[in-house]
Structures are given as structure tokens and as C-alpha cells.
């Protein structure tokens, strides 16, 4: 069965402390994701790799950045964590290809993070 | 660029009863579209997806959606709705080979009535 996991389910960080969300999917899909979820707002895309040390900044990448060492693996990082930076993380992949514009994203199950 | 609209932001109907969640988009070709779900406190799931062809979807959980292009809309229907599918629903628009330009609506959240 396809799995994306996200290592941290619930995080409590101080403003200004250096926040790291791990991701690993076991589908060998090139594509990965970060999103950010917001009432309201539904997802918004924070990052996208599409292979390894690729990336591709998303709508709302100031903040945050990322590293992709290995294919399995996506790290979401916020360098120094904000109060407005509070709210639900998902990290997600999918195939790549042709038509990668209409693959299935799998999500993992998310990570709460609340910034004090 | 794309975009995508879900006017409802919650809906409450009675178990048993029919269901219907609204989406439109916008984009100026065939678009991919997708309906997802998102139980409490869990990532999202595929419900359902078009690309071309027959324009009535047929997904998981008995849920179906048809594609109108004239009214650029992708309503997602249930004809009688179970207490387990109180959820969040996700519509999302994509373009042909571009994975990071997939566009997801607001949502709306259901709930269900006994």
C-alpha cells in the first residue's frame, strides 16, 4: 500500500527556533510536495521537488526552505520559526511523466505545528 | 493560470440524504480535475478524477462527479450519504504536465445529520 509519513504528527516550537518536518514516502515517486493547510484557504503550495536536489518554489515559499538528498526523502525547513507560521504541514508525492499534471497525489497525514 | 472555486464553505445534510458539493473553475484549456477528501485529523485521499472522455466520474465510497464544460463546474454527488462521510472535501484543478501547478479549493466541510 502506498505510504507517505511524516515523522512529527504534533510540534510545539519557540519563535525564532529552527523547525525541521521530515518526509519519506516508499513509492519511488519523483515528485514530492510541501503544503501548507489554512481554514479558509485550503492548501497552498509551500515546495515542489521533482527529483533529487531539484526544486521549485511554490506560492508561499518565504520562510521556509527544503533539501531532497534522496529520492525517498523531502525535509521541510523553517529556518527561524514564526508565530504566523503556525498551522497544519502535508507532505505529499506523486509519479512524474507525461501527464504529471493529472497523477494522483498520495498526502501524508499531516504535521500540526504551533509556534509560541 | 487556473483557479477553482468552492462556493460552500459548510454543508450539513441528514443521513440518507442525497449530497452535492459545488466546484468551478477556471482555465482556458481541458483541465485535469479532482475531487479529495480529508477525514478529521488525516491527510487527503483521491476520491475521484477526470481527464477526458466520459465526462460522469465514477469514484471510491460511491461518490460520482460530472464535468460541465460549458458552466466550467465539477459537482461532486452522492445520491445517500453515510455518518462516515463527514469530511472535508478538496476540489483541485491541474494542467497537463505541470505537477506543482495543481490549484486546490478552499473546501467545504460536511456534515451529517442523524
Known amino acids: 500500500d502506498v505510504k507517505v509519513t511524516q515523522s512529527s504528527r504534533y510540534l510545539v516550537k519557540r519563535t525564532g527556533e529552527k523547525v525541521f518536518l521530515e518526509c519519506v514516502q516508499d513509492?519511488?515517486?519523483?515528485?514530492m510536495f510541501w503544503y501548507r493547510q489554512d481554514p479558509g484557504l485550503g492548501l497552498r503550495l509551500i515546495y515542489f521537488s521533482y527529483d533529487v536536489k531539484m526544486k521549485e518554489k511554490g506560492d508561499i515559499p518565504e520562510g521556509y526552505s527544503v533539501s531532497r538528498e534522496k529520492k525517498e526523502r523531502f525535509s521541510l525547513i523553517l529556518e527561524s520559526a514564526s508565530t504566523n507560521q503556525t498551522s497544519m504541514y502535508l507532505c505529499a508525492s506523486s509519479i512524474s511523466g507525461t501527464h504529471s499534471g493529472g497523477n494522483t497525489i498520495y498526502f501524508g497525514e499531516g504535521s500540526w505545528l504551533t509556534v509560541v | 493560470a487556473q483557479s477553482v472555486t468552492q462556493p460552500d464553505i459548510h454543508i450539513t445534510v441528514s443521513e440518507g440524504a442525497s449530497l452535492e458539493l459545488r466546484c468551478n473553475y477556471s482555465?482556458?484549456?481541458?483541465?485535469?480535475l479532482f475531487w479529495y477528501v480529508q477525514s478529521p485529523g488525516q491527510g487527503l485521499q483521491l476520491l475521484l478524477k477526470?481527464?477526458?472522455?466520459?465526462?460522469l466520474v465514477q469514484g471510491i465510497k460511491g461518490f460520482e462527479a460530472e464535468f460541465k464544460r460549458s458552466q466550467s463546474s465539477f459537482n461532486l454527488r452522492k445520491p445517500s450519504v453515510h455518518w462516515s462521510d463527514a469530511a472535508e472535501y478538496f476540489c483541485a484543478v491541474g494542467r497537463y504536465s505541470s505537477a506543482s501547478k495543481i490549484i486546490f479549493g478552499s473546501g467545504t466541510r460536511l456534515s451529517i445529520r442523524p
Open positions: 513509492m519511488d515517486h519523483e515528485n
Open positions: 482555465y482556458g484549456a481541458t483541465p485535469y
Open positions: 477526470y481527464f477526458s472522455g466520459d465526462t
